[in-house]
């Protein structure tokens, strides 16, 4: 059973930067696929950023592309997502998750983003983007 816990939430100002991190316990960080979605309450849960298992393919949604940047530590069995120039439309509770899957978040799927195609989850870690 895969375990994730986020971490990094927190209140930051417009323009800052702020980097969430998310820990996997139980499986390698090398089977997964992983992915990044936020949700804001009353709202749909949106994907934001993937990483296929592979760790050479990744994905963006349009609304943070350039800004925000996936990556990964094997050591420490750990993703992370860096997020710059932080606009106040950036509020959300996000959410790492995981899939075991060779497929999704690369060119052979278009279902990254759709949180019904990953398996497991994180708590959340709230991020506020507030002058």
């Known amino acids: 059973q895969v375990q994730l816990v986020e971490s990094g939430g927190t209140v930051v100002q417009p323009g800052g930067s702020l980097t969430l991190s998310c820990v996997l316990s139980e499986v390698t960080l090398d089977q997964y696929t992983m992915g990044w979605f936020r949700q804001v309450s009353g709202k749909e849960r949106e994907g934001v950023s993937c990483?296929?298992?592979?760790?050479?393919?990744?994905y963006y949604a349009d609304s943070v592309q350039g800004r925000f940047t996936i990556s990964s530590h094997n050591a420490r069995n750990t993703v992370y997502l860096q997020m710059n120039n932080l606009r106040p439309e950036d509020t959300a509770n996000y959410y790492c998750?995981?899939?075991?899957?060779?497929?999704?978040?690369?060119?052979?799927?278009?279902?990254?983003?759709?949180?019904?195609?990953?398996?497991?989850w994180g708590q959340g870690t709230q991020v506020t983007v507030s002058s």
């Open positions: 990483l296929s298992n592979s760790h050479d393919t990744t």
């Open positions: 998750a995981a899939e075991n899957s060779s497929i999704l978040c690369t060119p052979k799927s278009t279902h990254h983003f759709d949180p019904d195609y990953w398996a497991s």
